[in-house]
């Protein structure tokens, strides 16, 4: 019974042994691997370093170590900003990324609008207004423009009260009335004809209107005077 129990703690101890040695195999390949890493890396650390002291002679550029060392300590001191400054960047870029789509569709959208005001003559239309404003650029000078912009408010009120319904409608009766005349089937009035024609209602109403207008048309000249 004794050697059984010895038995069983030598193999105990053998297994734990060969676990012991396992992971020391195991830690000296990794020490290996980091080793052989390290020695890749320095190859190709010294490779980058030749590299760049050639292009570095090649363009003739000279590097001061206190300016290295002073940017380095630059960067380290703002990396918080730096970190701002990516963050933004990042929230940059994803907005686009976002906002691609939706561009897209508006570019499509203005793209068809464009062509509708194709289609309608807008372009046409606006060009056609060039020659018209560079007509009136030609034929009128720079004095004629400040007496316009002198005047503008006394034009754009008369232009206001002109465009009141019931002088709109006056006037489009006054044309309507002209375009339907026939000159050549006018009638000859004598002087007797005519004093006769002016003894109708509608001859004296419109001859009250006019000697109105003229009366108050002078009046208004004298205050004004």
Not at 5 to 30: A, T
Not at 36 to 64: M, P, R, S, W
Not at 94 to 109: K, N, T, Y
Not at 116 to 128: H, I, L, N, Q, T
């Amino acid at each position: 019974m004794d050697d059984q129990n010895m038995q069983s703690q030598i193999n105990e101890l053998n297994r734990k042994m060969d676990l012991v040695l396992e992971s020391l195999n195991q830690q000296n390949r990794k020490a290996e691997s980091v080793e052989d890493l390290f020695a890749d890396l320095q190859i190709v650390g010294k490779d980058l370093y030749d590299t760049a002291v050639v292009e570095l002679e090649n363009q003739q550029v000279e590097l001061d170590i206190d300016q290295l060392k002073f940017l380095g300590l630059k960067l380290l001191n703002n990396i918080n900003d730096i970190t701002v400054m990516l963050s933004v960047f990042e929230s940059t870029v994803d907005f686009a990324r976002d906002a691609g789509p939706l561009v897209g569709e508006s570019i499509i959208d203005m793209t068809k609008k464009l062509h509708e005001f194709e289609k309608k003559g807008y372009f046409e239309f606006f060009a056609e207004m060039g020659k018209v404003i560079d007509n009136l650029i030609s034929h009128y000078s720079k004095e004629d423009v400040t007496r316009l912009a002198d005047h503008i408010v006394l034009i754009v009120d008369t232009m206001r009260k002109m465009t009141q319904p019931d002088m709109m409608l006056s006037i489009q009766n006054a044309l309507d009335i002209y375009q339907t005349m026939d000159q050549k089937k006018v009638p000859e009035y004598s002087l007797f004809k005519l004093m006769r024609e002016m003894n109708k209602p509608e001859m004296k109403k419109m001859m009250g209107v006019a000697v109105t207008f003229m009366k108050r048309l002078s009046k208004d000249k004298e205050i004004k005077q």
